[in-house]
């Protein structure tokens, strides 16, 4: 696959040498299986969670897992063309060719994008259709508690943590090669670990239940880590080439939410709540920001205001991150979770975004969802952050929820209004955003059985909605596509008599459904008519009497708890957070002798949540100060010396193999971070978002190599060049080297060349003889115009015979002098137009001077 990278776009994206990858030789390896997220590289790089399993399985010196991504449309058009398979990032192994392809599957409009992966990697799309020799598809991830129609294409899924229950599969996975067993025989063993489904052992019973088949366990329950600080977190985490989703380095402080929000399946399906320690938590934050030189720390779980010691962790963190210009971000935050201190002290650093979630519009609906936040909560919450330079705050809501009526959807702009209105009058750039989701009823939450709305109905709102909105310049609206929540609606409450229709939309062109410039919903209704499905009956209300696909999956959470969490969902009552109130007896837990429904796990542990303290620390009467004193090892600093120019370095570098494919943004990035990980004390500029003090040469194209680019950064403290070289060359990606370092006047424009040299050379004798026929008549025309559009898109032409002074052949190849004094365009333009014909799949360009 690597050898078409020439005709990918970003093909960074595909390289696998990012710093922090991990390679092994694969000779020494017992099982060797990818990570496959399908997705995008931007949004796969997101996920931590398979970041986290990344780093457990490769801590394991016989055991190797490598990642692959869905690729673009494009790429794969060209491994089509070239009969290629897809194939890993980190060795470039085909799908077909491993032990195992582990999918992890977060959301259900993936699912035709899981089949697309199977069949570029050259594996059949039906477990059914595979044998002896083909690796085996495995599952996990949230939808796992009911992928049912995605089940006739899995060998195996797994429900619940994977810290724990992954490396043991893998042990079985190199056994059965050692012993010779058969496909057949190692799932069988595989289905006998805790936390392992295998969808063949079951089948539907004509009443809408899975019933087990040849004395399978009837009921498959979840996998548990049950205590956090016990499994390792990965510090050494992959620095993506591209910019991610969220780019930033994320530590998971805990897991699980018993906050009891009545449509959350996460708050559910991953109970108890386990927190990490505090210290442990420093220690992965401190190694993980100098292992990564992430500019943005995250504090992640499912409501990390929730965290008992948030107080003490942010405290623990807050000195180096205000030194260092590394921002912290306090993800899934709840109304009135994090005090105006805390609130000041993120402000100091850099202000991310604030983003709050009331989900509804009024106090009466909120109370049906058990949300547990009121109007005063919010606009205090709000107040405050306005009042500390916040300029724009976004708010979550949902839409078509259980009881919801008109007076509900108005409350929407009710209280983005009141939010407005708490700014005080000198925020100049104000704006609230309302993010509006409509509703989704999810398997193993207390709204399971509920009714979701129609396409014609979410629209009918969305209208109203955008009506109303629309004479507030200072409030913002944005949704969630009907078709997209419908197509979502029907997979999450389906079963296994949908996966023909998924099998049938993945031929007929449905990927990347998640994507509103990929969605399209004709072929999903053209493959619901042609399998004969009733598309709608999926989003219908459910008899609670009646069986559901998913009852032979247990998250541990009791039918009895849900139903009884429906029924007071209907009264309006609240159900208090059983960490910090009395236990709901919802099932999970053995706290006090209670039983579990978590049954084979809980005979060997207790099952019990963790946490740091008995009540949240940030509700201590005690003022928060500003910590004062500095790391161990770091110089004290004020927020005024980070802007202070004690010195300026020119630092010449090579970008030769796989490091020709990053772009110049990704070069940015990249010596960001080198620069944090090497700890170099870079100079910021001052404004809203510091950023450091870095500025590049002209940007080389993608694909062109160079021994002799240059980039400038300026430093807050002295610092002796002669160390510099070795100190930045360890930190920088394969493919890259520093040539040199020389210090620059700190004041002054930086010169650029204009003239440069290339080298070109071919692979093949053909290629080249072909060019070289070509170069007389160039270099003998007193001009050589092109076709080129301009900046704006419109057609127009370039003489580009200026821009070359010489070719000259030797041995290697061809010498090519460009002068730019006039023009700058790629230089595989210029060839190009010398010869139509050229492509970089035949040649490598290689800049070799620069003349100033």
Known sequence: MKALLPLFSRPSHYLGTEINSVHKDLKTVRAH????????????????????????????????????????????????????????????????????????????????????????????????????????VIAGGGC????????????????????????????????????????????????GIPGVYVPSFFEDDGSGAMRPLDGARPQVEKRIVMDMNKVSFPTRQIVPFGKPVHDRYSVEIARGCTRGCRFCQAGMIYRPVREREVDVLGSIIDRGLAETGSEELSFLSLSTGDFSALEALFLSSYSHCRQEQVSISLPSLRVGSVSEDLMRLMGKIRHTGMTLAPEAGTQRLRNVINKGVTEDELLDHTGKAFRLGWQQVKLYFMMGLPTETREDLHGILDLCLKVAASAPKNVRRLQVTAAVSPFVPKPHTPFQWERQISMAEIEERLAYLRNIFRPYKKLKLKWHHSHMTWL??????????????????????????????????????????????????????????????????????????????????????????????????????????????????????????????????????????????????????????????????????SKTGPAM????????????????????????????????????????????????????????????????????????????????????????????????????????????????????????????????????????????????????????????DFDWQTLYVSPIFVLQAVDPDFTMLQGRLIKTAQFF
């Not at 949004?43 to 010196?61: E, H, P």
């Not at 195992?100 to 035709?112: A, D, K, N, P, R």
């Not at 940007?699 to 070795?726: I, K, N, Q, Y």
Request: aromatic share 8%; proline share 6%; hydrophobic share 40%.
């Open 33 to 136: 299986v990818a990570l496959a997220f399908p997705d995008l590289y931007e949004v796969a790089m997101s996920y931590l969670g398979q970041k986290i399993l990344y780093d457990i399985v490769n801590a394991t010196d016989h055991f190797c897992a490598e990642r692959v991504f869905a690729p673009t449309e494009d790429v794969a058009e060209v491994l089509r063309t070239h009969d290629t398979l897809l194939a890993t990032l980190e060795s470039d192994t085909p799908l077909k060719d491993l032990d195992g392809v582990l999918f992890s599957i977060t959301h259900e409009l993936c699912y035709t994008n899981v089949l697309y992966m199977l069949d570029l990697g050259g594996i059949p799309l039906r477990a059914a259709q595979r044998v002896n020799g083909h690796p085996l």
């Open 144 to 191: 796992t508690f009911n992928a049912e129609p995605l089940a006739p294409f899995m060998d195996v899924m797994v429900l619940g943590d994977g810290e724990e229950v992954l490396p043991e599969m893998l042990e079985l996975i190199a056994l059965g090669k050692d012993e010779g067993w058969s496909r057949s025989e190692l799932i069988s063993r595989l289905a």
């Open 488 to 653: 979502e609606g029907v997979f999450a409450r389906g079963d296994r008599h949908l996966a023909p229709a998924l099998e049938s939309a993945y031929a007929k062109g449905a990927l990347f459904t998640s994507w509103s410039d990929h969605l399209r919903l004709e072929p999903w209704l053209e493959a619901f008519a042609e399998t004969g499905i009733d598309a709608e009956s999926y989003l219908r209300e459910r008899d609670p009497e009646q069986p559901l696909p998913w009852d032979h999956l247990t998250s541990g959470v009791s039918r009895k708890f849900l139903l009884t969490e429906r029924r007071r969902a209907l009264e309006a009552a609240g159900t208090p957070d059983c960490r910090y109130e009395a236990c709901r007896s919802c099932g999970v837990c053995t706290l006090d002798g209670r039983e579990s429904e978590l049954v084979q796990q809980a005979a060997g542990h207790d099952i019990v949540p963790v946490i740091n303290r008995a009540t949240r620390d940030q509700a201590d009467a005690e003022q928060v100060e500003e910590p004062e004193e500095q790391p161990a090892g770091q110089p004290a600093a004020s927020t005024d010396d980070l802007h202070n120019k004690a010195q300026r370095f020119r630092l010449w570098y």
């Open 661 to 816: 494919y990053l772009s110049q943004l990704e070069l940015q990035r990249i010596f960001e971070r080198a620069f944090r990980r090497a700890r170099l004390p870079l100079a910021f500029s001052s404004g809203f978002h510091p950023a450091p003090l870095l500025s590049f040469a002209r940007a080389l194209p993608v694909g062109v190599g160079s021994v002799c680019e240059w980039m400038d950064f300026f430093v807050r403290e002295h610092m002796g060049v002669r160390d510099l070289p070795a100190l930045l060359e360890a930190e920088l990606p394969q493919g890259m080297r520093v040539v040199k370092v020389d210090e620059l006047p700190c004041q002054g424009r930086a010169p650029i060349s204009n003239h440069e040299r290339f080298s070109l050379g071919f692979t093949c004798a053909e290629d080249s003889l072909r060019f070289s026929g070509r170069i007389p008549a160039f270099l003998e025309a007193a001009e050589w115009k092109v076709f080129k559009r301009t900046k704006k898109g419109e057609p127009g032409e370039v003489d580009v015979r200026p821009m070359v002074t010489s070719i000259t052949e030797d041995e290697k190849g061809f010498i090519i």
